[in-house]
């Protein structure tokens, strides 16, 4: 039987959605932006594979925001064996940095587009510029936007080497909770 919402003993299929969905969406934006390299400035695949990355970069601002809605509406499945406090800690540490990177990285990315006096395009839609035409702080923006998205890796990476060594070496449930198509537990 299927269970939508979180229980104390796994994530329910909406937040086990919502995670791969947000790592897909993640993988998607980093392509679109790599890829544009291998195309000369101006060229039509460059400028799509540009407006591709804004476009579902903003996507995952609009699903972070709900997946924290379902994140803060039910219970965080409890972790067997039971984790020390360091570990509980150091995890939440890493949940808070990986949404505050989706939520960041979105924003400073309308933001350069705005203040670079480029449209901001979303599936058909312009949104409205964040701030007025500003080259040298489009261009500081773009920098700090660029730090934290190659952070990004990092965190993705950390998040995930934690997953698998919670798997693997500590031998409990983490990874499992998260796992789609798994039977319940407990």
């Not at 395009?121 to 312009?126: H, I, M, N």
Request: charged share 15%; proline share 6%.
């Amino acid at each position: 039987m299927m269970n939508w919402k979180n229980t104390h003993d796994r994530y329910g299929t909406l937040s086990i959605a919502m995670h791969w969905l947000m790592l897909a969406l993640l993988v998607a934006v980093y392509a679109c932006i790599l890829l544009r390299e291998e195309y000369p400035r101006g060229s039509d695949p460059r400028e799509a594979l540009k407006t591709w990355h804004a476009m579902l970069g903003l996507s995952v601002l609009g699903l972070v925001v709900l997946r924290l809605a379902i994140r803060l509406s039910g219970p965080t499945p409890r972790i067997v064996p039971a984790v020390p406090v360091w570990q509980h800690r150091l995890a939440a540490a890493m949940h808070l940095a990986l949404y505050l990177f989706l939520i960041a990285m979105p924003l400073l990315g309308w933001l350069a587009l705005s203040a670079d006096g480029k449209p901001v395009p979303f599936f058909g839609l312009e949104l409205p510029a964040l701030w007025g035409t500003d080259k040298d702080f489009a261009h500081s923006v773009e920098e700090v936007h660029e730090t934290i998205g190659e952070i990004g890796y990092w965190l993705v990476g950390l998040h995930a080497a934690a997953a698998l060594f919670h798997h693997y070496v500590v031998r409990d449930n983490t990874l499992l909770r998260m796992l789609p198509g798994r039977a319940r537990t407990g």
